[in-house]
């Protein structure tokens, strides 16, 4: 799963790193695509352990070995979460894009961009991966990743037009509902 997230997140940054110019709307599109992407795969989370178990019985019945389960999972999860988390990779070079910093000043402003993005790597990792769970539970927890997504996008929204907060609005409104409702999510079927 790491793997998988790194891979993607090192194609979200090159991708912004192989443009010509990057449209003022660049960084509220990407963040609402991860929205998006985040919603996309939520029904879906009930099925990855009977998938994980699937690949894990097709690779051992064909003598393929824990190797070849090992990289069929991680192509499988890379492709899955790919357009989920690769613009979340293309968040930080846009934001140090956004924040138009001048070749003497841009050491400060990238060294303010990666403190934050290291702080919120931990305290999302420790709040997410630990803390979270003890106040909400799991479907609520997955949905945590496009409600912040979906704040992002808000936040950038007023560079990308005027089409762009209620879109922003939308994705939020939708996450509170999916945060409510759990659609399409079956906890038993995820506990067998």
Same mark, same amino acid.
């Given at each position: 799963?790491?793997?998988?997230?790194?891979?993607?997140?090192?194609?979200?940054?090159?991708?912004?790193?192989?443009?010509?110019?990057?449209?003022?709307?660049?960084?509220?599109?990407?963040?609402?695509?991860?929205?998006?992407?985040?919603?996309?795969?939520?029904?879906?989370?009930?099925?990855?352990?009977?998938?994980?178990?699937?690949?894990?019985?097709?690779?051992?019945?064909?003598? #393929?070995?824990?190797? $070849?389960?090992? @990289? &069929? !999972? %991680?192509?499988?999860?890379?492709?899955? *979460?790919? /357009?989920? +988390?690769?613009?979340?990779?293309?968040?930080?070079?846009?934001?140090?894009?956004?924040?138009?910093?001048?070749?003497?000043?841009?050491?400060?402003?990238?060294?303010?961009? #990666?403190?934050?993005? $290291?702080?919120? @790597? &931990? !305290? %999302?990792?420790?709040?997410?991966?630990? *803390?979270? /769970?003890? +106040?909400?539970?799991?479907?609520?927890?997955?949905?945590?990743?496009?409600?912040?997504?979906?704040?992002?996008?808000?936040?950038?929204?007023?560079?990308?037009?005027?089409?762009?907060?209620?879109? $922003?609005?939308?994705?939020?409104?939708?996450?509170?509902?999916?945060?409510? *409702?759990?659609?399409?999510?079956?906890?038993?079927?995820?506990?067998?």
């Amino acid at each position: 799963v790491v793997a998988a997230f790194v891979a993607a997140i090192a194609v979200g940054s090159l991708m912004v790193s192989r443009l010509s110019t990057i449209p003022p709307r660049a960084l509220f599109l990407t963040c609402a695509g991860s929205s998006a992407g985040w919603l996309a795969l939520f029904p879906t989370y009930d099925s990855w352990p009977w998938l994980a178990h699937a690949m894990r019985f097709a690779a051992g019945e064909n003598g #393929l070995g824990f190797g $070849a389960y090992c @990289a &069929l !999972v %991680g192509v499988v999860l890379t492709a899955g *979460l790919f /357009f989920a +988390v690769a613009p979340m990779g293309a968040v930080l070079p846009l934001a140090f894009h956004e924040r138009r910093a001048s070749v003497p000043g841009s050491g400060r402003v990238s060294g303010r961009l #990666l403190a934050w993005s $290291a702080l919120g @790597a &931990l !305290v %999302g990792s420790l709040g997410g991966g630990i *803390l979270l /769970f003890y +106040v909400i539970d799991l479907p609520r927890v997955l949905l945590v990743a496009p409600l912040l997504a979906a704040v992002m996008a808000w936040l950038s929204a007023p560079a990308a037009g005027r089409w762009a907060r209620p879109t $922003a609005a939308a994705l939020i409104g939708v996450t509170v509902c999916a945060f409510i *409702l759990h659609p399409g999510f079956d906890r038993q079927r995820l506990a067998m």
